[in-house]
């Protein structure tokens, strides 16, 4: 299969702990997208990368955020001192330049 | 800046009638629009796409929608619906450089035997 892949699915920690998401895209999309998508709600855009490149940053994006993609293909995303409203599924999609974005299954953050 | 309002949260329809999930949006520059189903605990899944051409665009599972510009709106129509079909549905825009993606709130259908 040659679709979006994002490890891990769930994640549960601890307020105040950091965490990683990795996000592996379709191998031959220079664009990656993250996203956030709280329950009852579309997607909300965080970040955007073309090739190594972040582009693109949302307010949402706090300076506990910070994303990666140090080779242009996986990328990861990293929040640190996790907090309640951090709760939330995190996306991650990538396009071939402008076109259909393709997203993976997501990463389910639950902080206790 | 570009915005998506989906007017319906809940659309209930009972199995083998038509259903309309509606999208409308506003932006100041041309734009592309989408419609995506999500499946419980899955990723969105693209339905369908409006780039440019004919107005009427055919997507997977035997979906279709229609780009109306004067009405700014985008709604998602299927004749008849199966019990697969109840899901999230959502509406996207984005403006022709592909930078961002906009999305709606959703639409759950959900299709009663």
């Known amino acids: 299969d040659t679709g979006v892949s994002q490890n891990p699915r769930h994640k549960i920690t601890k307020r105040g702990q950091n965490v990683t998401f990795r996000c592996d895209p379709i191998?031959?999309?220079?664009?990656l997208y993250w996203y956030r998508q709280t329950l009852g709600q579309g997607p909300e855009f965080l970040t955007y990368?073309?090739?190594?490149?972040?582009?693109?940053k949302s307010r949402l994006l706090s300076d506990r955020f910070s994303a990666e993609r140090p080779k242009g293909s996986f990328s990861t995303l990293e929040i640190q001192r996790t907090e309640q409203g951090d709760s939330a599924m995190y996306l991650c999609?990538?396009?071939?330049?402008?076109?259909?974005?393709?997203f993976g299954d997501g990463t389910r953050l639950s902080i206790l | 800046a570009q915005s998506v309002t989906q007017l319906d949260s809940q659309v209930p329809v009972f199995e083998e009638a038509p259903v309309e999930l509606r999208c409308n949006y506003s932006?100041?520059?041309?734009?592309?629009l989408f419609w995506y189903v999500q499946y419980p605990n899955q990723g969105l899944q693209l339905l369908l796409k409006?780039?440019?051409?004919?107005?009427l665009v055919k997507g997977i599972n035997g979906f279709e929608a229609e780009f109306n510009k004067s009405q700014t709106s985008f709604h998602l129509r299927k004749p008849s619906v199966h019990i697969s079909d109840t899901a999230e549905y959502f509406c996207?825009?984005?403006?022709?450089?592909?930078?961002?993606?906009?999305f709606g709130t959703g639409t759950s259908l959900t299709v009663i035997p």
């Open positions: 999609a990538s396009s071939p330049g402008g076109g259909p974005q393709h």
């Open positions: 191998s031959e999309h220079n664009r």
């Open positions: 990368f073309q090739n190594e490149a972040q582009l693109e």
């Open positions: 932006s100041s520059v041309s734009v592309y």
């Open positions: 409006y780039l440019s051409g004919s107005t």
């Open positions: 996207a825009v984005t403006p022709g450089s592909g930078n961002q993606f906009y």
